[in-house]
């Protein structure tokens, strides 16, 4: 939490380096639990997609048990991300949540569009076709004014009721709520990231992929 907090205070230039960045990652003792979960099962990443099918979190679930997004990754795509004609999604970007304090010790959050985690992470990845028929659905659901012509598609994929960006935590809350209603075992979305990883080594795929 500190090394995140100077890190914002140096991107800000408030202070000439972070300090945090000298010293040793903190690592688990023994018998200390990690606050990771276990991945899903090949079976659990089953039921989830089958149960999102025509929610709102479909494509969201599509793209992160069949791609291996992160939360901010899926949440800031693009349509002009998509390619189409080659079923490929382009990943440069991810949505993040930037809280300030002002002077008078006041709160606010505001959505902040940002480069991706790595280097390696901006990526082009091709669209599995479950991912291709889950694009599908999400683009009738919402109901896009350009539904007839997806090369016109514009704007970002997910979208809060208002039109606006969806924030990633309230997002994240609701995902939970639906898991939880559906009876599937309870993970972070971040290891739905892991899941994929998981299943993909489990189906042969090389680790470096």
């Avoid at 939360?71 to 004609?85: H, N, P, S, V």
Wanted: net charge positive; charged share 25%.
């Amino acid at each position: 939490v500190l090394g995140a907090v100077l890190k914002h205070a140096n991107r800000q230039g408030l202070i000439p380096k972070n300090p945090v960045e000298l010293t040793d990652r903190m690592t688990l003792q023994p018998g200390e639990l990690s606050s990771g979960h276990n991945p899903w099962t090949k079976e659990e990443a089953k039921t989830a997609l089958k149960n999102s099918v025509g929610t709102e979190f479909d494509l969201f679930i599509h793209i992160a048990l069949y791609l291996g997004l992160r939360r901010g990754e899926i949440l800031g795509l693009r349509w002009e991300d998509f390619d189409f004609a080659r079923a490929t999604v382009d990943v440069s970007r991810t949505l993040k949540e930037l809280r300030t304090i002002d002077s008078e010790g006041n709160g606010s959050t505001r959505l902040v569009l940002d480069t991706p985690k790595t280097k390696s992470s901006s990526r082009i990845l091709m669209l599995p076709e479950p991912v291709q028929e889950s694009v599908k659905r999400h683009i009738y659901r919402q109901a896009h004014p350009a539904t007839t012509d997806i090369a016109n598609l514009a704007g970002h994929v997910f979208r809060s009721h208002s039109g606006g960006q969806v924030h990633p935590s309230n997002f994240a809350k609701k995902l939970q709520a639906f898991i939880a209603d559906c009876g599937i075992r309870r993970i972070r979305i971040h290891d739905f990231r892991h899941t994929a990883a998981s299943l993909g080594l489990e189906a042969g795929v090389r680790l470096e992929a």
